[in-house]
């Protein structure tokens, strides 16, 4: 079998001319060049991507119009308490001087880390949602009054849940 077109893969060619790991990427329409396309078939050195457009700069342009080297930098404001360094999060306070949200679940006063829920209801909410969930069906919870559970539930969850024991949720949510 023949080797891989691209330019320093090593594998066999599965489809005659490329490797299963190349297999939906098209090569750049200059002759002699074995480099992967990009954008308008062609490679980042002949045109499909583009230049940064800082003055004399040959790199490519990552985020935006500029490289890495000259593209904006993200500010990083720090707690407006005297004496503190810490980067500031909410209301130009660190989660230390009240800048943190919290957790969307009713009675929990821990910070929320992950879509509006701390680290122990985010992982709660994986184990209970079906993988079949989208994220949106996360978001039932936060209305969630927990003496109308199982009702809630139901109406607010569109998917199968057949093998969902709610009393278990209950329990476990309730912890």
């Not at 991507?49 to 490289?67: I, L, V």
């Not at 989660?95 to 910070?111: I, L, Q, S």
């Not at 209970?128 to 927990?146: C, M, Q, R, S």
Request: proline share 1%; aromatic share 10%.
């Amino acid at each position: 079998m023949s080797k891989c077109f691209f330019n320093g893969c090593d594998s066999e060619a599965s489809d005659g001319w490329r490797c299963y790991f190349h297999r939906g990427r098209g090569r750049c329409l200059v002759d002699s060049c074995h480099n992967q396309a990009y954008a308008r078939q062609l490679c980042a050195r002949h045109g499909g991507k583009r230049q940064c457009r800082f003055a004399g700069c040959a790199f490519r342009s990552r985020t935006g119009a500029y490289c890495t080297k000259h593209g904006s930098t993200r500010i990083v404001s720090t707690c407006s308490r005297d004496d503190c360094s810490n980067s500031a999060q909410l209301r130009g306070l660190c989660v230390k001087h009240g800048g943190g949200r919290y957790c969307k679940m009713d009675g929990c006063r821990t910070f929320a880390r992950t879509g509006g829920y701390c680290a122990r209801h985010t992982r709660i909410l994986r184990e209970i949602v079906p993988k079949e969930a989208t994220d949106i069906d996360l978001n039932y919870v936060h209305a969630f009054n927990h003496d109308n559970f199982s009702s809630s539930f139901v109406q607010c969850h569109s998917i199968d849940n057949d093998g969902v024991d709610v009393e278990i949720l209950d329990i476990i949510l309730n912890m």
